[in-house]
């Protein structure tokens, strides 16, 4: 914040409560100071490029413009004028009440407690600031923007009138009660590119399998005939040898003959010599 100029105690306290020699008024708190305790006004104090080692207090009557300050503690207000903060940082939390003057802003700062809002007739802007809890308006009668923040725990307003309003808040925790509708919509995701069109490798046909031939029908070889059996050769068959021609059965019952007859000869008189046989058989009884 650049260099500071020191003030000594009395110089801190007389700033905003104690008359100033040969004024009738407070003298303002203005210039690059740096302050080791805490800081109460009463009446006008403008601030830049300073640091505040304590707390800083508004009492009625008083107001802050701060620009490019650093409060090391708490900001409270009750009842006072108004307070007009830019690009500044407390690490305590703000804490402001009964705000009567026209216009309070408090803008591009970081908070790093809680900031609450409370019963202000004052319009109250905050506009674009680094909240590290929670940001709290309540029954505020002057109007009340909130835009452009970024809070780490929730947004909550509750019977202001009328009704807060304001866009682009980011906030972590909820949005709750009149600021249910001041959170910043979730950005909708970027259409995914459609996919580059990619041309495909050439297709290799598979191996064409060349068609089975199949084989004509093979003729079987003419079945040649087993060879005929020769004919039977027409031999005579065996010649049956000659029965023994009988002895004439004539020639031995008569005593003699003229030779042997032939063998059929002798069949037909075969029933002759039986009768014969019987016959003489017959005479030689008698």
Known sequence: MGSFRSLGTCGFVVLCLCPYAGSAQAPRCQGAVQLGGNLAIAGRCELEDTEVRGNVTLFPGGSLTARDVRIRGDLEGSRA??????????????????????????????????LVLTSNRSRLEILNNE???????????????????????????????????????????????????LRAEAPEPEPTPPPEPTTPPPTTPPPTTPPTTTPPPTTPPPTTPPPAAPPPTSSPPPATPPAASPADPLADEGGGGAGALSWPAALLLLPLLAWRRRTARRSALR
């Open 131 to 181: 909240l590290g809890r929670n940001l709290q308006a309540r029954s505020n009668t002057g109007g009340v923007l909130i835009s452009g923040n970024s809070i780490d725990d929730n947004l909550e307003c509750w019977a202001n009138v009328p009704a807060p309003v304001g866009v682009g808040n980011r906030v972590d925790g909820d949005s709750e009660g009149q600021c249910a509708e």
């Open 81 to 114: 004028d108004f307070v007009a903060m830019q690009d500044s940082r407390v690490d305590g939390k703000v804490n402001l009440q009964e705000l009567v003057g026209d216009l309070t802003t408090i803008e591009q700062t970081t908070i790093r407690g809680d």
